[in-house]
């Protein structure tokens, strides 16, 4: 797995063929049952990686690896039922499906976006594709991309996050554009409310071994 890990390090997030093209065989290996395992049991013994880790509305985001050099992340996504807000992402990023579904639409670009809104009084614009992601499904987007997830509960999907590209990205809510994840240092009371327990990364490891995800609970 160290040689998986290391490889990633050496990313090219700038050209989006190159990284989804390395991310697709290092999510193989990493989602396999006993590496996934393994990573799952550095979440409970590495104090600085469950203090990245977070429980949102929308489901919980672990935080397997973190390479604070180069500025990037494994992730672990454990959904619930729900559908997001149309969004994009300060950095860009490529994720596999490891159990359940979504039905994911992509709107286009920041840029495309907020210019359809603009000229049509804020009303957004139909999605430009409409897929869905079942198990297998595996994709990279940037960080210009607009997209929004229609969640079935317990989806689960291991994300290869790069490193932050913008200070800042946006969300699309009431109709308007609000800003998101600043590059301001967040407060401590936002941090203190989605910070995850070690019993709740036990709870997500339960379900994961339920699921088949990983070999065996002893993490």
């Keep these: 797995m ?3 890990l290391n490889g990633l390090s050496r990313l090219d997030w700038e050209s989006m063929e190159h990284a989804e093209k390395r991310c697709r065989g290092a999510v193989e290996e990493l989602s396999r049952p006993g590496a996934l395992r393994e990573l799952l049991a550095g979440v409970l013994s590495d104090r600085r990686l469950l203090g990245l880790s977070e429980r949102h509305a929308w489901g919980d985001r672990l935080v397997l690896f973190d390479d604070p050099v180069n500025h990037w992340r494994v992730r672990l996504h454990r959904f619930e039922d729900q559908v997001d807000d149309p969004h994009s992402h300060q950095w860009p990023f490529h994720t596999r499906i490891l159990h ?3 039905r994911h639409l992509l709107y286009g670009t920041e840029r495309s976006v907020r210019l359809a809104m603009e000229s049509n009084g804020g009303v ?5 594709l ?3 992601e079942a198990v297998g499904s595996s994709y990279a987007i940037d960080d ?3 997209h929004v997830v229609d969640t079935e ?3 689960v999907s291991i994300v290869i996050q790069g490193p932050r590209l913008k200070n800042r990205a946006f969300r699309i809510r009431n109709g308007g554009i609000v800003s998101q994840e600043g590059g301001t240092r967040p407060s401590l009371a936002s941090i203190r409310a989605v910070r995850t327990s070690s019993d709740r990364v036990g709870e997500v490891a339960e379900l994961a071994h339920r699921l088949g995800l990983i070999d065996s609970l002893r993490i």
């Design 2 to 4: 160290d040689r998986v």
């Design 100 to 102: 359940g579904s979504y």
């Design 124 to 128: 957004l614009p139909p999605p430009s």
């Design 130 to 132: 409409v897929r869905t």
């Design 144 to 146: 210009q991309m607009v």
């Design 153 to 155: 509960l317990d989806t």
